[in-house]
């Protein structure tokens, strides 16, 4: 990789965007708040456009097509076809270089999405199909596993390289597509014996020429198990680099890209339930004697769950308060952390959309008062269907379980990632509502599927406690927003399950002094006098840690644009 040579390092870490701007530039900027600011204060930023690091060589004077030789040209079309990439942001002596554009998703990601949502979906009915035993469930999560890591790595590999959308990249992204199809298409085979496993198994090709099938289960969970182990080693390894080899190049992750990236998958998985729920409510709308009236609700409370959940995600969970800290840049395990929940949250979904399929199906069979009568209706229409499971079978206990764990997993993940984000001072609530939620969805999860209740019961008490919970969290979490229960100038304030700031592992009380305004640093030069001042007197004081925590936040330490 060709790359300038760093800027001579600074008195503190800042955080490069671009080569040296003209006065103008800086004078437009110091009004303007910088787009990585989003999801948390960087300070001493400095704006370099870090393209030109990377700049092709300036184009040779016009001449004639009929000039340029056919060897010019094919290197030309070549250099179009394989072009050269380059790191979009890294670390090198304590300073993050970047781009100064805001990256967002590219098409190519949406229908990456668009691949992947499918092939999970699919997953889900086929589990929906064919659950019989929670062994069912345990392939479901394997397969899913497997999916989403080869998801993952694409998006990791296009935050880092960006996308140049030459042939090299849409041939290797046709080749993932492949891949990903295949698992989900043959999901029913994966675990058999034969040939038709090594079409499936390609991302683990150890496990399509095992013979057993409970080796092939293990040859499954140990990649997936490898994949965890791996965010406290990731973790362990950059902590290590930042503290023994400071001006060591380390690569890092564009904040802004990366959640951007997991809302828009997160939007279309629910997207992907709505659709599984009218879908399943289209079958009904034809058939003679359909309720429409009981139809219309069944689907309508079904929604009102999904749009709970995305609430939750994006306004209550993600959404950082002034004073926080998205949980990428607060610290390097969280940010991987909160990646890899997104897993399970996602399984969660699709387990919750599975459910809410058997359920609507369970509801709007007809309701006669003798229950043997209403198995004898499921037993006729499996027989004129030739039994290969185009109705669903019955709300059974099975069902109720795979409802109400998806109903609450999905909920309990969704907090999970929210406390991964450093709250701040303002975030007064955000600790008595995450407990709440947790501790009412784990006693609705794990009660209500011993109780008898009818199908439309169970769903209808589901979407009255999610409603509540939502309303309620989403209120609150606007109070904690305007600062309603408390200033940031409180001496006692808390963060909302944030580590402090005097712990020397980054985070902010409120009793601890201000930090500085955003500081433009030109070129790599000395601290400003003041910036350095503040913190001589705080050295002064004996407030060793928190020059550390300031020096890990702005560098990227334990936080920044996380490295991977």
Same mark, same amino acid.
């Given at each position: 990789?060709?790359?300038?040579?760093?800027?001579?390092?600074?008195?503190?870490?800042?955080?490069?965007?671009?080569?040296?701007?003209?006065?103008?530039?800086?004078?437009?900027?110091?009004?303007?708040?910088?787009?990585?600011?989003?999801?948390?204060?960087?300070?001493?930023?400095?704006?370099?456009?870090?393209?030109?690091?990377?700049?092709?060589? &300036?184009?040779?004077?016009?001449?004639?097509?009929?000039?340029?030789?056919?060897?010019?040209?094919?290197?030309?079309?070549?250099?179009?076809?394989?072009?050269?990439?380059?790191?979009?942001?890294?670390?090198?002596?304590?300073?993050?270089?970047?781009?100064?554009?805001?990256?967002?998703?590219?098409?190519?990601? #949406?229908?990456?999405?668009?691949?992947?949502?499918?092939?999970?979906?699919?997953?889900?009915?086929?589990?929906?199909?064919?659950?019989?035993?929670?062994?069912?469930?345990?392939?479901?999560?394997?397969?899913?596993?497997?999916?989403?890591?080869?998801?993952?790595?694409?998006?990791?590999?296009?935050?880092?390289?960006?996308?140049?959308?030459?042939?090299?990249?849409?041939?290797?992204?046709?080749?993932?597509?492949?891949?990903?199809?295949?698992?989900?298409?043959?999901?029913?085979?994966?675990?058999?014996?034969?040939?038709?496993?090594?079409?499936?198994?390609?991302?683990? #090709?150890?496990?399509?020429?095992?013979?057993?099938?409970?080796?092939?289960?293990?040859?499954?969970?140990?990649?997936?198990?490898?994949?965890?182990?791996?965010?406290?080693?990731?973790?362990?390894?950059?902590?290590?680099?930042?503290?023994?080899?400071?001006?060591?190049?380390?690569?890092?992750?564009?904040?802004?890209?990366?959640?951007?990236?997991?809302?828009?998958?997160?939007?279309?998985?629910?997207?992907?339930?709505?659709?599984?729920?009218?879908?399943?409510?289209?079958?009904?709308?034809?058939?003679?004697?359909?309720?429409?009236?009981?139809?219309?609700?069944?689907?309508?409370?079904?929604?009102?769950?999904?749009?709970? #959940?995305?609430?939750?995600?994006?306004?209550?969970?993600?959404?950082?308060?002034?004073?926080?800290?998205?949980?990428?840049?607060?610290?390097?395990?969280?940010?991987?952390?909160?990646?890899?929940?997104?897993?399970?949250?996602?399984?969660?979904?699709?387990?919750?959309?599975?459910?809410?399929?058997?359920?609507?199906?369970?509801?709007?069979?007809?309701?006669?008062?003798?229950?043997?009568?209403?198995?004898?209706?499921?037993?006729?229409? =499996?027989?004129?269907?030739?039994?290969?499971?185009? $109705? &669903?079978?019955?709300?059974?206990?099975?069902?109720?379980?795979?409802?109400?764990?998806?109903?609450?997993?999905?909920?309990?993940?969704?907090?999970?990632?929210?406390?991964?984000?450093?709250?701040?001072?303002?975030?007064?609530?955000?600790?008595? =509502?995450?407990?709440?939620?947790?501790?009412?969805?784990?006693?609705?999860?794990?009660?209500?599927?011993?109780?008898?209740?009818?199908?439309? $019961?169970?769903?209808?008490?589901?979407?009255?406690?999610?409603?509540?919970?939502?309303?309620?969290?989403?209120?609150?979490?606007?109070?904690?927003?305007?600062?309603?229960?408390?200033?940031?100038?409180?001496?006692?304030?808390?963060?909302?399950?944030?580590?402090?700031?005097?712990?020397?592992?980054?985070?902010?009380?409120?009793?601890?002094?201000?930090?500085?305004?955003?500081?433009?640093?030109?070129?790599?030069?000395?601290?400003?006098?003041?910036?350095?001042?503040?913190?001589?007197? =705080?050295?002064?004081?004996?407030?060793?840690?928190? #020059?550390? &925590?300031?020096?890990? &936040?702005?560098?990227?330490?334990?936080?920044?644009?996380?490295?991977?």
């Amino acid at each position: 990789m060709h790359r300038s040579p760093p800027p001579p390092p600074s008195t503190a870490p800042s955080t490069s965007t671009g080569s040296k701007p003209n006065d103008s530039a800086q004078s437009a900027h110091h009004h303007q708040a910088h787009h990585i600011e989003e999801f948390g204060q960087v300070h001493n930023v400095q704006h370099r456009d870090a393209d030109s690091q990377h700049s092709d060589a &300036a184009p040779p004077p016009l001449r004639s097509r009929d000039a340029l030789t056919r060897r010019n040209l094919g290197r030309k079309v070549l250099a179009a076809l394989f072009e050269r990439r380059h790191l979009q942001q890294y670390y090198a002596s304590e300073v993050l270089y970047r781009t100064a554009q805001r990256r967002t998703v590219a098409p190519d990601e #949406l229908f990456l999405d668009l691949v992947l949502v499918g092939g999970i979906a699919a997953l889900g009915h086929e589990l929906r199909e064919n659950f019989h035993s929670w062994k069912d469930v345990e392939k479901f999560f394997l397969l899913f596993a497997a999916i989403y890591s080869s998801w993952r790595t694409v998006i990791l590999l296009w935050n880092l390289w960006g996308i140049k959308k030459d042939l090299f990249e849409k041939l290797v992204i046709y080749a993932v597509f492949t891949c990903l199809i295949g698992i989900a298409l043959g999901a029913h085979g994966a675990f058999q014996d034969g040939i038709r496993p090594i079409a499936i198994s390609l991302p683990y #090709l150890a496990a399509a020429f095992v013979r057993s099938e409970r080796a092939t289960r293990i040859l499954y969970w140990i990649p997936l198990g490898l994949q965890f182990v791996a965010i406290f080693f990731t973790g362990s390894v950059y902590r290590f680099l930042h503290r023994n080899r400071p001006g060591s190049t380390r690569l890092a992750v564009a904040i802004e890209l990366m959640v951007e990236k997991y809302e828009v998958l997160t939007m279309i998985v629910l997207g992907e339930s709505v659709l599984g729920i009218l879908f399943e409510a289209g079958k009904f709308l034809t058939k003679e004697g359909a309720q429409l009236d009981r139809l219309y609700g069944v689907a309508a409370a079904s929604t009102a769950m999904l749009y709970c #959940l995305q609430t939750l995600y994006v306004n209550v969970d993600g959404c950082i308060v002034k004073g926080g800290q998205h949980a990428i840049r607060y610290k390097v395990v969280f940010g991987i952390v909160w990646s890899q929940l997104h897993t399970l949250y996602h399984m969660a979904l699709i387990l919750f959309a599975t459910g809410l399929g058997i359920s609507i199906h369970d509801v709007m069979l007809p309701s006669e008062k003798s229950e043997s009568a209403r198995w004898a209706v499921v037993v006729v229409m =499996r027989a004129a269907t030739g039994g290969k499971g185009a $109705v &669903a079978p019955g709300f059974g206990d099975k069902e109720r379980w795979l409802f109400s764990v998806g109903w609450g997993m999905s909920m309990i993940m969704s907090a999970a990632m929210g406390v991964l984000h450093y709250g701040g001072p303002r975030a007064a609530s955000r600790r008595y =509502r995450v407990a709440t939620r947790v501790v009412v969805a784990t006693g609705v999860m794990v009660g209500l599927p011993f109780t008898r209740l009818r199908a439309d $019961v169970y769903l209808g008490v589901h979407t009255a406690v999610v409603v509540l919970l939502t309303v309620a969290e989403f209120i609150l979490a606007h109070m904690d927003r305007m600062g309603f229960f408390r200033s940031e100038g409180s001496s006692k304030a808390s963060s909302g399950w944030g580590v402090s700031f005097d712990d020397g592992e980054g985070g902010e009380s409120a009793d601890a002094p201000s930090r500085p305004e955003e500081v433009q640093l030109q070129g790599g030069g000395d601290m400003p006098e003041e910036l350095s001042l503040a913190l001589r007197r =705080r050295l002064c004081r004996g407030h060793c840690s928190r #020059l550390v &925590a300031v020096r890990r &936040a702005v560098s990227g330490g334990d936080g920044g644009d996380a490295a991977v």
